[in-house]
Structures are given as C-alpha cells and as structure tokens.
C-alpha cells in the first residue's frame, strides 16, 4: 500500500503544502471475501467459521490480499444464509461468538490485514426483536412503523397491497394473523418472506444502525459491504410497476423497490458516523446500470466505494470487456470516486463456468485476472476463485438456496458458487471439515486443492500470488489514468499513463503477436513473443 508517511518533511518549502497526506488504504486495495460457511471449518460441524478463517489468515497472507471481507456473520436464523439478521450487534453461534471475532480481528491486523463486515440494513430476520414485536402489536402501533405493514387489497383484504415480486420469486408480500386470531395485514419483504424489509422512515431504524456501525468499529473492524445499498428508501405509496422484464435475481433501473433518491440520505447518515472513524470505509452494493445514478452513490460525503458489477456481466470479448471497463472509470470519474472490479461473488456464477468452463473457461477466467489487477482501483475476490474453482451442478436435494423454492424449483439458485474450498487431500471434503460440508464437494477436486497448487509455478493460485504481489510493489500501476491502443479484432491493449504497465487481452481463438516491451506476467505461456488465445500478459 502507498503510505508516504516516510517522505522527507517539506514544511520549509513554502510553495508545497506542510501536511504530508497519506492516502487511504482502500484506494488501490485487494479485499477478498470470506463466505464464511463455505472457507474453512474449525469445530467439524460442516460449516466453516471465524476460527477456521483465523487458522488460515497465513494463507491469505502468502496470496497477498489487503483485507478481509466477511459475509455476514451475525446472528441469523439463516433462511439466507446470514443475510436474514436477528441481532446485528452479536455473531451467530455457528460461526463463533464475539471473542472469535475479536481474535481474529487482532490476528489479522497483526499481519497487516485489514478486515471489514458485511451489514444487511434493508431488512431484518424475522427472529429479529422487533418484527416479534410488530406482530404482537395492532395495525398503526410503533412496532409496526419499523417495517412495511399495510392493509390487503380486495373486499376482505386478501390480495397484497401492491403488485411487487419478491427478488427471489413469488410476491414480495406476506399476509400476518393479528393477535387477536383475525387474518390480518401484510408486510413487504423484496427477498424472502423471512428477511422483512425496514422503514428507513422511522427514527429508530436510523439510530439502531448507526449504533451497530459504532459497535463494530469500536471493536476494531475496518469497514463495511452495505448489503443492498441502493433499496434502503422505498417510494412513497409504494405504486404498482408494469414488470413485463423482471427476472428474478435481477433489476432493471426503471424497478420502483430500488434506487429511490431518499436513499442518499441514508447514506449521508452512515458517512457521518464512518468520519468519525477516519481509516474505515463502506463499499455499497449497488446495481444501478446508469453511471450518472450510480455515481451518486459515492458523492464524498457518501459511500466510500461502490461496487461495480460490470466486469462480473460481460462476456468474455474484448469489446465487451473494454465497454465494461470505459462505463466504470466513467461512473466514478464524474464524481472523483475510486473505481472498483470483481469478476464474481457469491450471488453469480464463477467466472471459469461462465466463460465456457473447462480448460477454456480457466484460462479466460486467468486472462480476466490480469485484466482485472491491471486497472486502478480497488479489487474484490471472491474465495475459491484463486483456485480456478468452477461452480458447481448439486443435486437437488443438496440445494439450500431460498430461491430454489420460492422460483417453484425452476431456477437452482446461487447455491453453485458456494461449495466449500478444497484445501488439501485427494478427496472430498479435502481439508475443509472433519465433518460432513454443508455442501457436497465434487470428487474430482484433487488438482484444485491449495496443497496441490501452492507449490506449482503454473497453477492459477501460483498465478494470482505472482500477479498481486506485481501489482503492490511495481512502480508500473500507478495512476489513474488508462489509455487504449489500436489492436487486432478481439483483442485489446490498455495503458497505465502515469505508470507505464501496458495490459493486452487475446479472446480471439488464434494467438497475436505481442507489442514491444518486457514481459512481467502472462496468464498462459509466451513462446517467441506470442501470446496464445484465451490469454492475457503485462509488458512494460
Ligand atoms: C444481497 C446479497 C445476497 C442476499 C441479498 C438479500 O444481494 O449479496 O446474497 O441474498 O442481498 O440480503
């Protein structure tokens, strides 16, 4: 990370300014998100949790990333996988409790990781205290003003107020018995019926999360994902849409449960309290297509980061991916904002079985890395994808996402992308339990495993570690700036300006000659200057 705090002091010099300004950590930062379940299990029930992630802080260490992103890991009756949040200010017993969180915050920070959480404040669980609350009291009550609670539509109030799906299938409405037995009102939920969305309008909502973002910060924690950041404000009488497009797991900019502009507020909130914790930071997840909406986001007196999906959505062509790049560096430029890159999470498909899969889908996913730790910017990774792990077909019994149930089983879910990490063995569940893993592990796992990469020059783990450890000490990224260069059909090149790095992509299925310079990195072998398809290299 760029720290000047060791520059000369030039106070003396009248012209420069006195103050020696250090930039913040997470401009040009690698964050690697943890899914917590799926990393590394300590306790041998299946699922993997903070002490399994701690025993494993040398691993990340030696891959080279900055910080942490853990998917949530408060406490969660995990209909969503702990994106259903029943005490925002407590970790779920199955991933450990407040002490492991602690240790592992401080055995983090002793390797010079930073570590920030993932915070769902568009809804609660409905084990949430006040939602027991707002179905133990009358229609009108306070405890009801916490959450959307309306009257039916119809004669005896049995059709849902509006015409809103749910994100993840079916309406996004439930009906509730009142208390005293009577069918009562309904509540808007834009996911599953267990994750009941908030009223940002009430006071108390506001208060209660600025009070979770002390509680972990007080505690150590560097920063925030903001789950759903751009449905926190909902517009006022919650009209009925025209859903003609709508498809589940997605939105469109147009979709009234999203992107309202009361939203900003809500953020405003939030950046007061992160300033008073100058180090921290947000990163917002915003799926806002148009750069303009999607700018605003990251005003200076908002989110710190957004992320940007673009490169997780395009295709792998290289006018796709050079459209995806240029809208990005705009979305941000317009309001100075720091860009950032993921190719995958865990809501899409892994980027090996979304370029083709295979030996093809590998190395375009290899390509699409140095692509991707070329830019400037800050960088998201999702766990498993060091080691080129494709997603995965589970059998239907094995499946556990929401969606599966809620799309009447038609669409299998995200459940693909989050099989536990193969750490070593030849079989399953190769190192991740002693137990049984919440998700079955494919048997022909073995050559993916972190022991049977580690210590091969040409695997996509070795790949990544040569590729992060390049971009954090070269002198080749720096800068803002990117510039392109006439190159053949299917192919493209890019240029750091200030630093100099040039990054070219073949996705043409011939290989290219390449531009003059000295070779730093190539995703697939370089022979007489010739950069095979599928591949991308780093010259200087
Ligand atoms: C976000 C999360 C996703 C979750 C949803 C509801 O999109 O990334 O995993 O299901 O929010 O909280």
Known sequence: MRDVSDAPDTSATPDRPSEVTVEPWWLDAIFYQV????????DGDGVGDLTGVENMLGYLELLGVNALWLSPVMRSPMADHGYDVSDPRDIDPLFGDLAAMDSLVAAAHARGMKVTMDLVPNHTSIEHRW???ALASPPGSPERERYFFRDGR????????NNWPSIFGGPAWTRVTEPDGSPGQWYLHIFAPEQPDLNWDDPDVVADLHAT???WLDRGIDGFRIDVAHGMAKPAGLPDHDWSDNELLHNTDDDPRFDNPEVHEIHRGIRKVLDE???AM?????????????????RPDELHLGFNFRLAEAPFAADDVRAAIEQSLAAVAQVGGTPTWTLSNHDVEREVTRYGGGAVGRDRAR???????????AVFLYNGAELGLPNVDLPDDALQDPVWERSGRTERGRDGCRVPLPWKGTEPPYGFTTGQPWLPMPDDWAPLTVEAQLEDVTSTLSLYRSAIELRANRPEFAGPEVDW????AGCFAFRRREGGLTCVLNATSGPIMLPPGTLLLSSSPVVEGQLPPDSAAWLI
């Open 131 to 133: 939602f027991r609350e």
């Open 485 to 488: 260069y006439g190159s053949p």
């Open 277 to 279: 914790y100058p180090e």
């Open 367 to 377: 390509a699409m890395l140095l692509v991707e730790l070329a830019l400037p910017g």
């Open 213 to 215: 973002l002390r509680f």
């Open 282 to 298: 947000t990163v917002g997840e915003i799926w806002v297509r148009d750069n303009e909406r999607f700018g605003e986001y990251i």
């Open 35 to 42: 899914y917590p379940r799926s990393f590394a299990d300590s």
């Open 154 to 161: 119809g004669p005896d109030g049995s059709e849902p107020p």
